[in-house]
């Protein structure tokens, strides 16, 4: 990382002894090796699990008749992030795997936040977490009483109404369109003769002037 890059370039690290530049890494800047490699990682996992739900919600595969390719879907990304979970958990080295690993940077941004010298803006970051946590807590609760369930319903039975009507209204302006089309046209036929022998000859449709 970039503050990591920067403490070597001071030479703060000079009387710290590794066998290799991981260990070093572990050893002088513990921290920042820890929560880059962590962010990196999670990230990678996140971006899956987003794809995923994005899928199931752009294709309504929450309804009741798509639920086997909502399966379908679910268990082929939960194999394909179980496989790069288990590739992690084989070359962290620092940790045994990936739940170890978040909570040794736990308790690093804890140990930044409220062990002296204290940085406020990491005192935030732990008090916003906590907050999103017990705000994961109520919805899980909800869910179980069956509001957050019957919630979502409604809120996908209104987006398919809307887009219901969204395409009713395109097909309404279009007739409206043609319509007034047909109607602007002018119909001349232009007649052979006259008088008594006079008989139809060509026939034009012409627009009137705008």
């Not at 798509?66 to 379908?72: M, T």
């Not at 109520?138 to 969204?166: A, W, Y």
């Not at 046209?185 to 000859?201: E, L």
């Amino acid at each position: 990382s970039t503050a990591a890059a920067t403490t070597l370039v001071l030479g703060r690290h000079e009387n710290v002894l590794a066998t290799s530049t991981y260990d070093f890494l572990q050893k002088a800047m513990r921290y920042e090796f820890v929560t880059t490699r962590w962010s990196f990682l999670t990230s990678m996992l996140s971006f899956i699990a987003g794809i995923a739900i994005r899928a199931l919600v752009e294709f309504n595969l929450f309804q009741k008749g798509r639920r086997k390719l909502a399966g379908a879907l679910f268990f082929c990304i939960f194999g394909l992030w179980s496989h790069l979970l288990s590739f992690v958990n084989s070359t962290l080295y620092s940790s045994p795997n990936m739940l170890l690993l978040t909570w040794e940077v736990m308790k690093l941004m804890f140990s930044k936040a409220f062990v002296k010298p204290r940085k406020l803006f990491e005192m935030i970051s732990i008090l916003s977490f906590c907050i999103s946590f017990i705000f994961g807590i109520q919805i899980i609760v909800g869910k179980k009483n069956g509001t957050t369930s019957m919630n979502f319903g409604l809120v996908m039975k209104s987006d398919n109404d809307n887009d219901e009507n969204e395409i009713m209204e395109e097909i309404r302006l279009g007739e409206e369109v043609a319509i007034d089309d047909q109607s602007s046209c002018v119909t001349t036929t232009q007649w052979n003769g006259s008088g008594d022998d006079a008989s139809p000859g060509t026939t034009m449709d012409t627009m009137p002037p705008q």
